[in-house]
């Protein structure tokens, strides 16, 4: 089953999320279809607020841009009440995109390199460094499980002048390829 994605203006992007345990109900089957969700709608990450679940869970597959660096080819991974331990390394920038931002697109600066403690999708525990851009998917990622969005990292300039564009992604007047959820 594929979720309509929840887009900037609905409230659930900037709740806090809540941890979940393993008898979390329809676990697995949710998984299977929050996974068909991002593939779908092409991202390389997806975060459950992004399709209306306040919860602690978020999913990354870099492989899509295999081609460019082919140490992205596996990266795949599911992070279950994920805690960022520290931020390290020179902070670069990247233009970033967001399924809940259609059609939006700006750089932003974060650092290189984090240290997260995370479980994975059978929730056994793990703790592990990761840089580059795999680290910059997780930051954006986890970003979303704290109610915070890409464009938060904005100037304010940069923000009045797109916030027309974002006003309409509120109203749903945008049509990106997959089905979105229209704030009420
Ligand atoms: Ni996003």
């Known amino acids: 089953m594929i979720f309509p994605v929840t887009v900037y203006g609905d409230p659930v992007l900037r ?92 750089n932003v600066s974060r650092p290189d390199s984090i240290r997260i403690r995370y479980q994975d999708e059978n929730f056994e525990p793990h703790e592990d460094t990761f840089t580059g851009y795999p680290a910059r998917v997780i930051q954006h990622e986890y970003d979303h499980l704290q109610g915070k969005l890409f464009v938060d990292y904005l100037s304010p300039l940069k923000r009045k002048i797109l916030r027309g564009r974002l006003m309409a992604i509120t109203k749903g007047k945008v049509t990106p390829h997959y089905q979105i959820r229209v704030p009420a």
């Open 15 to 106: 709740r806090v999320a809540e941890p979940i345990k393993p008898d979390y109900p329809g676990f697995d089957e949710f998984l299977e279809s929050f996974w068909e969700t991002m593939y779908h709608a092409d991202g390389v990450g997806l975060a459950a607020p992004q399709v209306g679940r306040s919860i602690r869970l978020f999913v990354v597959d870099t492989s899509a841009l295999a081609k460019e660096d082919p140490s992205l080819k596996s990266f795949r991974k599911v992070f279950i009440n994920p805690e960022i331990l520290e931020y390290a390394g020179d902070p670069w920038v990247m233009e970033e995109g967001c399924l809940s931002l259609p059609e939006i697109r700006e």
